[in-house]
């Protein structure tokens, strides 16, 4: 069956553009998740949707970065007035949730972020 | 805080010979353990949890991870390494109860299997 896709794959933004990334999980996963990877980095936690709920936005770096679910399928990150430091690949991973899951998250590929 | 330590940067094997990738956390309680590859290029790929019960867990491609409480490790193994293993592995821990299993990851461990 189809993965987790993200889009765009590559994005280049000027410095304090507005850019917005998708992000489609697999039919049927409860929950979604988003996180920032830094080049030779680990990923790093972002924030958690359980259906269109936003629960945790605790990784969430500055006011800046904004993250939405609306009818608990698709997402987007939104990143307002892009920095330098914003460049990373941004991976969204999503889970089918609850005990019977295992809790194992499935990754998609990517936006490779980059601010001039 | 909470962390996830590999502390080899790189693993350089020979082809046929075993391997092991390295793994300890400092998370408390009791939490779900992950190990990934990342292929160039390609997304994250899991190939292996630890949840509950048997210390030793078999995954994808003829890995197995062990399990050791009282050392919080996680060590990656394999028994026989393929050229084709060649690529970039994370471990990650989920210390969270519920369904907001967010991972915290580790730096990574490039692996080079030469043939």
């Known amino acids: 069956g189809a993965g987790v896709s993200q889009s765009p794959r590559y994005k280049v933004a000027k410095r304090g553009q507005d850019v917005a990334l998708r992000c489609d999980p697999i039919?049927?996963?409860?929950?979604l998740f988003w996180y920032q990877q830094a080049l030779g980095q680990g990923p790093e936690f972002l924030t958690y949707?359980?259906?269109?709920?936003?629960?945790?936005k605790s990784g969430l770096p500055s006011d800046r970065f904004f993250a939405e679910r609306p009818e608990g399928s698709v997402s987007t990150l939104k990143i307002q007035r892009t920095q330098q430091e914003d460049s990373a690949v941004y991976l969204c991973?999503?889970?089918?949730?609850?005990?019977?899951?295992?809790?194992?998250?499935?990754f998609g590929p990517g936006t490779r972020l980059t601010v001039t | 805080a909470q962390s996830v330590a590999q502390p080899e940067d790189q693993v350089n094997v020979a082809e046929g010979n075993p391997l092991t990738v390295k793994c300890t956390y400092s998370?408390?309680?009791?939490?779900?353990l992950f190990w990934y590859v990342q292929y160039p290029n390609r997304g994250l790929q899991f190939l292996l949890k630890?949840?509950?019960?048997d210390n030793l867990v078999k995954g994808s491609y003829g890995f197995e991870a062990e399990f050791n409480k009282s050392q919080t490790s996680f060590h990656l193994k394999k028994p026989s390494a393929l050229v084709s293993d060649s690529a970039l592995y994370f471990c990650?821990?989920?210390?969270?109860?519920?369904?907001?299993?967010?991972?915290?990851w580790g730096l990574g461990t490039s692996l080079a299997v030469n043939p």
């Open positions: 991973a999503s889970s089918l949730g609850g005990s019977r899951s295992g809790y194992e998250q499935y």
């Open positions: 039919s049927g996963h409860v929950s």
């Open positions: 949707f359980q259906n269109e709920a936003q629960l945790d």
């Open positions: 998370v408390s309680g009791n939490p779900y």
């Open positions: 630890y949840i509950t019960g």
């Open positions: 990650a821990v989920s210390p969270n109860a519920g369904n907001n299993r967010k991972l915290i």
